[in-house]
């Protein structure tokens, strides 16, 4: 018998698509471009699973540089093109989606790139519209708890109920700090740091998965009286 009084809470980005070695690459070429220097590598260390919009205000006020006002927006659509041409989802995530009756999106990207992200990974059947939610809903995106608590309200879920899977840090520190369970995973192509799934145990993931057949295997364990 599958319980149906759990939520759980997808991340889009390194956990349902693996899209954050696609956009970081692209995102530290554009901010090069700009002036402001940094590797793949410092990018996604630093910025992966953040809103630009907070990326953006880091990058300014450490830097002194001012971007100019269509840099989002040009920046947008470079990703959502390289999401068009190489974008692929996590192997296997379907078998963690359907171990998951109830589920929604929380994710720190916008919602044009979410849709797309699941338009052309052929993931948008699993979630239904108002079950996707982004960063630019709440004030204050990851690391902060709005998020994933906008979700749990909405889809009617206490946070004790909720469980987030996440691949970054500022990611399971938003799902601690709402009060939620948190499954940790690391099989995305962004994760260059042997030790990425320590640092996730260490901010208070339960547990950390490479691959998401045996998340998936928990998950049944966790929802299946």
């Known amino acids: 018998m599958v319980m149906t009084n759990f939520l759980v809470i997808f991340d889009c980005d390194g956990v349902l698509v693996d899209s954050e070695i696609i956009s970081c690459q692209i995102a530290s070429a554009e901010f090069g471009r700009h002036g402001f ?39 947008e ?17 379907q078998l963690a989606i359907e171990a998951s009756p109830v589920r929604c999106i929380a994710s720190g990207s916008s919602r044009n790139r979410v849709n797309h992200s699941l338009k052309v990974t052929g993931l948008d059947s699993y979630f239904l519209p108002d079950h996707i ?26 946070p004790e109920r909720c469980i987030v899977i996440e691949d970054s840090i500022s990611g399971v ?8 369970t948190c499954l940790g995973f690391t099989g995305g192509g962004h994760i260059l740091n042997a030790k990425h799934g320590e640092q996730l145990l260490a901010f208070g993931a ?10 998936s295997r928990y998950l049944r364990q966790i929802l299946t009286l």
């Open 173 to 180: 520190k938003a799902a601690k700090a709402a009060g939620m």
């Open 133 to 158: 939610f982004s960063s630019t809903m709440v004030a204050h995106g990851k690391p902060a708890p709005d998020l994933f608590l906008l979700a749990a309200r909405e889809m009617g879920y206490r």
């Open 37 to 75: 220097q940094i590797t793949y590598e410092d990018y996604v260390t630093a910025f992966a699973g953040k809103n630009r919009a907070e990326v953006m205000a880091h990058v300014e006020r450490t830097s002194g540089i001012k971007l100019p006002s269509e840099f989002s927006d040009l920046l």
């Open 206 to 215: 339960e547990a950390v998965f490479p691959k998401m057949a045996p998340l």
């Open 77 to 93: 659509k470079r990703i959502l093109a390289g999401f068009t041409e190489k974008l692929k989802p996590i192997d296997d995530i």
